[in-house]
């Protein structure tokens, strides 16, 4: 997280001595540069980086760690065959799982974030084979996980999972009041969302 900062701070502070130095430029090269474009440029850089740093999948899995959810084998996925930022591959307990930031204006992937809502599940080809998995969405990942997998304490922990402005990864901590049912999906209409 630190090398996140470092990279923000060194980002905006090239950006603000490429800003001074044209603004001195009194040449007419044509390069028309004002003050407020300058600062719409840092600022769209600085939201930019933070928008990098706020959507990491490494996010989640610390999330995960932090709610003792037990998980082997890692793996970064970089060949994704669809569209995702990034993606990781997991076992808790034994059983396959799937983590992907996905590409939200790709056409296929509102597919199927679409049919994962709505369906639980989603038919995709992972490793060149086109498998059926459980799945779950929450913002723009993508859990997909074995069918046969039990794993409601890391279901609860990715539907609690949030991340706010402060690098503080927050998580409904009423996980009490939510139920699974036998297919895994989580009812939290009682709980505090």
Same mark, same amino acid.
């Given at each position: 997280?630190?090398?996140?900062?470092?990279?923000?701070?060194?980002?905006?502070?090239?950006?603000?001595?490429?800003?001074?130095?044209?603004?001195?430029?009194?040449?007419?090269? $044509?390069?028309?540069?004002?003050?407020?474009? #300058?600062?719409? %440029?840092?600022? !769209?850089?600085?939201?930019?980086?933070? @928008? &990098?740093?706020?959507?990491?999948?490494?996010?989640?899995?610390?999330?995960?760690?932090?709610?003792?959810?037990?998980?082997?084998?890692?793996?970064?996925?970089?060949?994704?065959?669809?569209?995702?930022?990034?993606?990781?591959?997991?076992?808790?307990? $034994?059983?396959?799982?799937?983590?992907?930031? #996905?590409?939200? %204006?790709?056409? !296929?992937?509102?597919?199927?974030?679409? @049919? &994962?809502?709505?369906?639980?599940?989603?038919?995709?080809?992972?490793?060149?084979?086109?498998?059926?998995?459980?799945?779950?969405?929450?913002?723009?990942?993508?859990?997909?996980?074995?069918?046969?997998?039990?794993?409601?304490?890391?279901?609860?922990?990715?539907?609690?999972?949030?991340?706010?402005?402060?690098?503080?990864?927050?998580? !409904?901590?009423?996980?009490?009041?939510?139920?699974?049912?036998?297919?895994?999906?989580?009812?939290?209409?009682?709980?505090?969302?």
């Amino acid at each position: 997280m630190k090398t996140s900062k470092q990279m923000l701070a060194a980002v905006f502070l090239s950006l603000t001595f490429l800003g001074g130095c044209s603004m001195n430029d009194k040449g007419t090269t $044509g390069n028309d540069m004002s003050n407020s474009n #300058v600062g719409k %440029d840092i600022r !769209n850089a600085v939201e930019d980086s933070g @928008q &990098a740093v706020q959507d990491s999948i490494d996010n989640v899995m610390d999330f995960f760690t932090q709610k003792n959810i037990k998980y082997e084998n890692m793996q970064t996925l970089d060949n994704m065959e669809f569209a995702a930022h990034e993606g990781r591959s997991f076992t808790i307990d $034994g059983k396959n799982a799937y983590l992907y930031r #996905v590409k939200e %204006d790709d056409e !296929n992937m509102k597919k199927i974030m679409e @049919q &994962a809502r709505n369906n639980g599940k989603v038919k995709v080809s992972i490793t060149g084979k086109e498998m059926e998995y459980n799945a779950r969405v929450n913002g723009n990942y993508l859990f997909l996980y074995d069918p046969s997998a039990k794993i409601d304490e890391a279901l609860n922990a990715f539907d609690a999972y949030r991340y706010d402005a402060t690098n503080n990864m927050n998580g !409904n901590n009423n996980n009490d009041n939510m139920t699974n049912d036998t297919n895994g999906n989580t009812d939290s209409s009682m709980g505090n969302q």
